[in-house]
């Protein structure tokens, strides 16, 4: 594992709990002194507290958001096979919820071939690719805009899922940890996904796996439900085995390139 690797892994392990250095060294397959190595490199660029015999992360730390164009260009590929994937979990007549963000935005590309679809969105981007598509009933969750994301939050928008259920909801996330949940920047951006959850009979996180496992913001959206995570395949099985682990949960993966994905398993 690259030294970078395992920086982003110590990182998000601490936002979830301390750890010693032998924990640490367990989970990463490493050397204790490797892993005090790398807290040191770490602690001197103050992103974390070194302990007595491990260490905890920095109250109030997180990462900046990436920017909208960031985010369009980040994984590109990954985003694309994940919405194609998403896609067909929708049929004719169904009512769907997509949140906001790329991988929503994408998926409403593949969804304009579906008739008698009711789609609700607070996602500005998929508005744009859904407005004049025929035979497509189209639903805007109003409220306060986020420009960073072209999306919409806050009061009016929880007000609005309020009067409203759906048969399926499409979730996007900054991260997504097994027992955690989705990890946002903001505590109206979790809560938001939270009352989302809330209104849809199934719920699917589409997460590439850059998201999986990461805790680098610090506002939660818990999935107590059973729910659908769907990602590309990855050669590191590691990442997916907190996810297996959890009985409420099945992983789909799906090929970059490709619609053949692999076979669903909890």
């Not at 490797?34 to 015999?53: F, H, N, Q, S, W």
Request: net charge negative.
């Amino acid at each position: 594992m690259k030294a970078s690797d395992r920086h982003r892994a110590i990182l998000d392990l601490l936002v979830t709990r301390d750890t010693s250095v032998e924990q640490l060294g367990a989970v990463l397959g490493v050397s204790d002194a490797t892993v005090r190595r790398d807290l040191t490199m770490l602690a001197k660029e103050r992103r974390l507290v070194r302990t007595y015999g491990g260490a905890t992360a920095l109250v109030g730390a997180h990462e900046p958001e990436a920017s909208l164009e960031e985010r369009k260009s980040v994984q590109r590929d990954q985003k694309e096979a994940i919405a194609q994937a998403a896609a067909l979990h929708v049929h004719d007549g169904d009512t769907v919820l997509l949140d906001g963000g790329t991988t929503c935005a994408a998926l409403a590309r593949h969804l304009c071939a579906r008739r008698d679809l009711h789609v609700v969105t607070n996602n500005l981007l998929a508005i744009a690719t859904l407005a004049n598509v025929p035979d497509m009933h189209v639903t805007l969750i109003g409220g306060s805009l986020r420009a960073s994301s072209m999306s919409t939050l806050g009061p009016l928008a929880e007000l609005t899922l309020s009067r409203l259920s759906v048969d399926k909801v499409f979730l996007g996330a900054d991260g997504v940890v097994a027992d955690f949940g989705l990890c946002e920047g903001s505590a109206e951006q979790a809560y938001l996904k939270e009352c989302f959850a809330r209104r849809a009979a199934q719920i699917f996180v589409l997460a590439d796996p850059s998201k999986l496992g990461r805790a680098r913001q610090q506002h939660w959206t818990p999935l107590e439900r059973d729910w659908h995570l769907i990602t590309t395949t990855i050669d590191d099985e590691t990442l997916l085995a907190p996810f297996r682990a959890l009985d409420r949960v099945v992983v789909e993966m799906v090929q970059v390139g490709g619609l053949a994905s692999a076979p669903a398993s909890r």
